[in-house]
T-cell receptor, first 115, second 111 residues
Framework: EPEVTQTPSHQVTQMGQEVILRCVPI?????FYWYRQILGQKVEFLVS????????KSEIFDDQFSVERPDGSNFTLKIRSTKLEDSAMYFC?????????????FGPGTRLTVL | GENVEQHPSTLSVQEGDSAVIKCTYS??????FPWYKQELGKRPQLIID?????GEKKDQRIAVTLNKTAKHFSLHITETQPEDSAVYFC??????????FGKGTTLSVSS
């Protein structure tokens, strides 16, 4: 069964550094998402991407964040200058067309630790 | 935007008992209501979902009910087993496609 994959599984960085989290969505999916989950808390929406542009974003997704689909398979989240409070699990998700169901499939996550 | 409230935050049951988790949502335009199960350190996994044109959906020991008038939906797990122990999240997309999650319910099933 196809799955969303994410790399790396764990990223440790120093405050102020830039990080890029990578995702490979399911191949025929068209909607892509980034969510984050601070330890012990709920899953929070960051941004959605459709047709090569951002379709929705939350208040969390400020100027420090950007997303890109650099080629036909990867979907990346960049944090320009990391803060301590960016430490969280970051999940990528993808979804096909609505006529095939609304289910969002989550990747295994990248645990980001900012020191 | 959409706001999703989930109760209870923790739930402890004996093996074989039923468990019920409830969520309310704010955006009347929401038309899709999934439930995700998350085991420790793992990704959220969809266990059941319901669309707004249906009042109830069942899949073996789990069921979801939806009351659009009252804007709430519930997860029902019957004959609970220790492997049902996990954190359960409800979610709703509001007017977009992005999921807004509840705060989660930690279910503990003791044998």
């Amino acid at each position: 069964e196809p799955e969303v994959t994410q790399t790396p599984s764990h990223q440790v960085t120093q405050m102020g550094q830039e990080v890029i989290l990578r995702c490979v969505p399911i191949s025929n999916h068209l909607y892509f998402y980034w969510y984050r989950q601070i330890l012990g808390q709920k899953v929070e929406f960051l941004v959605s991407f459709y047709n090569n542009e951002i379709s929705e974003k939350s208040e969390i997704f400020d100027d420090q964040f950007s997303v890109e689909r650099p080629d036909g398979s990867n979907f990346t989240l960049k944090i320009r200058s990391t803060k301590l409070e960016d430490s969280a699990m970051y999940f990528c998700a993808s979804r096909g067309l609505a006529i095939r169901g609304n289910e969002q499939f989550f990747g295994p996550g990248t645990r980001l630790t900012v020191l | 935007g959409e706001n999703v409230e989930q109760h209870p935050s923790t739930l402890s049951v004996q093996e074989g008992d039923s468990a019920v988790i409830k969520c309310t949502y704010s955006d009347s335009a929401s038309n899709y209501f999934p439930w995700y199960k998350q085991e420790l350190g793992k990704r959220p996994q969809l266990i059941i979902d319901i669309r707004s044109n249906v009042g109830e959906k069942k899949d073996q020991r789990i069921a979801v009910t939806l009351n659009k008038t009252a804007k709430h939906f519930s997860l029902h797990i019957t004959e609970t087993q220790p492997e049902d122990s996990a954190v359960y999240f409800c979610a709703s997309p509001g007017q977009g496609t992005a999921l807004i999650f509840g705060k989660g319910t930690t279910l503990s099933v003791s044998s």
